[in-house]
Structure formats: C-alpha cells, structure tokens
C-alpha cells in the first residue's frame, strides 16, 4: 500500500471545534450539562450509548427540523445534532427497548412492524456498517417486545406481551441463536397469555433472572413476577416466595444478590417500597432502605448501575430512602443509603444509560425528553506521553499516551486533528501509522477529554529517513549516497538524516549501511 497523508492530516471541523471549547479544568462540579435535548413529541422510552460515544433516544414520533423521526435517533456529542438510525424511510408503531452491540449495530425491540422501510415484527437489528435493518427471524406475532438482553456469545433475549415468535409459541420469552439465526423457547416460557415480561439480567451463574407481570412460570408454582432461568436444564425456578406486583427492572450485584424495582410493595412477604434485595444464599428478601414511595401510583421504571456500583433509580415517586426526591435518586447497594441527584425532574423517567466519561443520560416523559446528569470529579491527566521516534520509510510508527480519567483520545499532527475516519487510531490511546513516509514528519500530541474538562500531552517528533538523505527532493541520486557516506564519516550536511539510519541507537554500523541501500533499492528498515 502507497503511503498517504492523508491518514494523518485531514481535519474533522466538528471535531477541531469541540476540542477548542473544551477547556481544561482541575475539578468540576456535579450538575447539569446544558443544551442537551430529544427531538421527539411523546414520551422517549428508551437510551443507550453507542461505542463511538453517539447516545440513542427511542420512542414514537417528533422531528429533526422537518425530518420525521423514524422510531429511533441518535445525538452526536460532539457536533450536538440529532439524526435518525438507518435510512429515512417508512417506520410504524414505536420503539420501547434499544440495546447498542461492540460493533456499533443496535438491536431494537417495540410495537414496530416497520423500520426504515424493512420489515422487523417488533424486534429488529441495525446493521451500522451497511446503514440498513434487517429482520430476525420474523420476529414475533402481535404483541410487544419491551426487554432485550444480549449474552457474551451474540446471542440474546428478548421479554413482552407476545405469544408467538416466528409463528412459534413461546409465552413471552425467547432467545434468538446468532450462530443459527433461530428463535428457541424457554420451557414455553411463562404460564398464561395475559402475563408480561419486562426485565431480563445475567446473573454471575449464567442463569437468566427474568421479571414482569405473571404468576407462574413453566413447571414453576409460587414464583410470582420474578423467577431464575437455567439455561443449561432449559428449566425455571423461584426467588423466594415472588413480590406482590409487577417487577419492572432488575440489577444483579457482583455477589450474586438481585435488586428488583417495580410496583410492588411487599416481597418474600414482607414489607418494601417498590424495592428490594433477594439474597440467593438464604433465599429471602430484605427491604432496601425505605425505599422510595409517593402520594399516588408510586413505581421504579429503571435501575441503572453507574462506574463506582452504585445505582441510579428512576420511575414515578417524590421521597427515597425517605427523603425528598423528584423522580430519580441514588441508592448505594453496599450500605442501602440513599442520595439525591440533583434537584430531580418534573415528572415521570422511563430509562437511563452511562456514557464513557460516566455521566448519567435520563429518558422519559418530561419536557426536554433527555437529560444528561454529570457526578463532577477531577479533569483528566497525562501519566506519560508520547515519545520521539525515528522510522524508515515504509515502516510502522506508533504513538502512545496513557492518562487518567480519560473518555476519549484525539491525537494531532502539527496541532490539526487527524480524521478518525481515515485513521480510526487517531481517536484511541495509540496513534498507528501504517507505513510512515517523509510526509509524516512532524510534531504528534494527543487531546485526552474526560467529564470534566481536557488535556494535551506533549508533542513528540516522528522522524522518517528517506533515500532522499539530503533532502533535496532527488530521491536515491548519487548525491545522496555520497551525502550519507559523508555523514558516516562525521561530516553531515545540515539537510541530511541522521548516519543511525535503521535507528537502532548504534551510529555508523554496518547496519545502517544496509538499512540505506534496502531503502534505496526501494524496500523497508
């Protein structure tokens, strides 16, 4: 492959703006980021953070200037815009869950039948390198897909009011087989048709804790809106004696414990608030704090694990842990302690998800749709920066910067970013140029930004040598070689390169001499 500069130099003007008014600070206080809002109608049902940092909003209808929104959209950050996920074509009913994969696809799941013009019976995957929806397996007959839960392997499950998947029935549960491309059943999943499943989790066993609105599941007595999935022996079985109402999310904790939300209000029998803890090794319940509660219909939506294991706690309700709080809170699992985030919001929180920095996104049914919630805590650092190197033309060159408190990287070339497009490695810890060529010279730094604020490490100096060894812009001329032999004898023109020419450290070696003329035959270092 020909070198090019263009892996290096050609700039992202979105980009360059961001990073110039990013400035860095030592610390910054928790509150919220200005600015952010959804461009959709009704209630956003749904949020996720896609790897490259974009955030998704789900739900019915609203418009992107005088473009509809076609179920789902997507806000980039750093040029503060919305747009649609996949083509602007026909769309119908609405998005309720959203899950981004590794690979930048989305799995979406709702009352859709419809999404960008493909057909996706309420559950469909979003192809991002090809900007195209594609259907799994039929999807499901009717109903709604309102749980998704992707598995370590691709695999993933999906829970709703359906019946049917793929013409099969599988009361409300399912798994769809990547390697496959199948749907399979969960011992025919729940007992009734009326039932509901609305929250999926992997415990740290491998089993599926599944919750919702039923009674019973497959084989199961007594295992009323919660139950435990056994992949293995495709067998369910109870979490204690159940909860008294619909279980509307579920979080499991590094020691196996489940912290289960929703609109009950007694569990294992006794007493809770909308909350509480199963602990699978006595196989009871326990209160979580006080709970959260309110003057009518109080309920959690959402749990949302945040970076240091606490929890965010979302729904409908004015007091947590039995002090005021608008709508969401925050709950430590370790101590069962609640906290306020903020003032809170005017009305009722659908979903929640974190982004790389660790900043809170909050969905729902209040004015500006989506809010972003910052904890606050110190700019990011540089622990080591870049060093100088010195390649041959057509070799490798790689930067290196390691920092603390980092979300993303963006590495410079001569104080320009570098198009992550053309180089995806201009946006990562390690800037790696392919094949270096004199083009290539010149001063590399990296712009590291994280919550709460930026930093810019030094620069370092990438050196190539070139058979042009004067630099004169002759490549390979016998002036050239009399200019590097010249320079092994102590006399180097001020043009020239270095007599280390394979950059090994040794000067003047015979190394070096074979390095020159394998450069100047046309071949690597």
């Known amino acids: 492959m020909r070198p090019s500069s263009d892996l290096v130099v050609r700039l992202t003007p979105a980009l360059l703006i961001t990073l110039t008014a990013a400035s860095a600070q030592a610390q910054c206080s928790p509150g919220w980021v200005p600015g952010v809002s959804a461009p959709f109608s009704t209630t956003v049902r749904t949020t996720g953070v896609l790897p490259n940092g974009d955030v998704l909003a789900g739900g019915s209808s609203g418009t992107i200037g005088t473009t509809p929104i076609h179920r789902l959209a997507r806000y980039n950050p750093s040029s503060a815009t919305w747009s649609n996920v996949g083509p602007t074509a026909a769309s119908n009913g609405a998005v309720w869950a959203a899950q981004p994969l590794a690979t930048g696809d989305i799995i979406a799941a709702g009352t859709f039948s419809q999404l960008g013009g493909v057909t996706v019976n309420r559950v469909g995957r979003y192809n991002a390198a090809a900007d195209t929806w594609s259907d799994l397996g039929y999807g499901t007959n009717g109903g709604t897909v309102l749980a998704i839960l992707p598995m370590p392997n691709g695999d993933f499950y999906i829970g709703g009011n359906f019946q049917r998947v793929a013409g099969v029935l599988r009361q ?8 496959n491309g199948t749907w399979a059943s969960l011992n025919t999943g729940m007992n009734s048709s009326f039932d509901e499943v609305q929250a999926l989790a992997l415990a740290p066993d491998g089993t599926i804790i599944v919750g919702g ?15 435990r ?20 999310d579920i979080e499991v904790l590094a020691n196996g414990d489940i912290i289960a939300a929703g609109y009950f209000a007694t569990a294992g029998g006794m007493p809770v608030n909308r909350i509480a803890r199963y602990s699978p090794s006595t196989n009871l319940w326990s209160p979580v704090g006080a709970g959260v509660n309110a003057s ?8 949302c694990r945040l970076p240091d294991g606490t929890l965010a706690v979302g729904g409908n309700f004015t007091l947590a842990g039995g002090q005021a709080a608008a709508h969401i809170a925050r709950l430590d699992p370790a101590t069962d302690t609640w906290s306020n985030i903020g003032t809170g919001l005017a009305s009722d929180i659908e979903h929640m998800a974190v982004t790389a920095s660790g900043d809170l996104v909050i969905v ?4 500006s749709r989506i809010v972003q919630w910052s904890f606050g805590g110190a700019a990011p650092t540089i622990n080591e920066p870049p060093a100088d190197l010195t390649v041959c033309t057509g070799s490798g060159a790689s930067f290196s910067v390691t920092a603390t408190g980092a979300s993303s990287y963006q590495w410079r070339f001569n104080g320009s970013a570098i198009d992550t497009t053309l180089n995806p490695s201009g946006a990562s810890a390690t800037l790696v140029i392919p094949f270096a060529a ?6 590399y730094d990296c712009v590291i930004t994280g919550a709460c604020g930026s930093a810019t490490s030094s620069a370092a100096t990438l050196s190539v040598h070139s058979a042009d060894f004067n630099n004169d812009g002759d490549i390979g001329t016998d002036a050239d070689i009399e200019a590097f032999f010249a320079c092994l004898g102590g006399a180097c023109c001020p043009t020239c390169g270095t007599s ?10 015979d190394g070096d001499i074979e390095s020159f003329f394998r450069v100047l035959g046309g071949g690597p270092c």
């Open 172 to 179: 409300h549960v399912s798994r769809w087989n990547a390697a």
């Open 229 to 248: 999935y056994h992949p293995t022996t495709n067998s369910w079985s109870g979490l204690g004696s159940g909860v008294d109402n619909a279980v509307m």
């Open 500 to 509: 280390d020419f394979n950059a090994d450290g040794d000067i003047g070696t």
């Open 438 to 443: 004199p083009e290539h010279q010149g001063q």
């Open 296 to 303: 009518a219909s109080p309920y959690i939506k959402d749990l």
């Open 364 to 367: 729902g049914s209040f004015g």
């Open 213 to 227: 609105a039923f009674l019973t599941t497959t084989g199961v007595l007594g295992s009323p809106r919660i139950a």
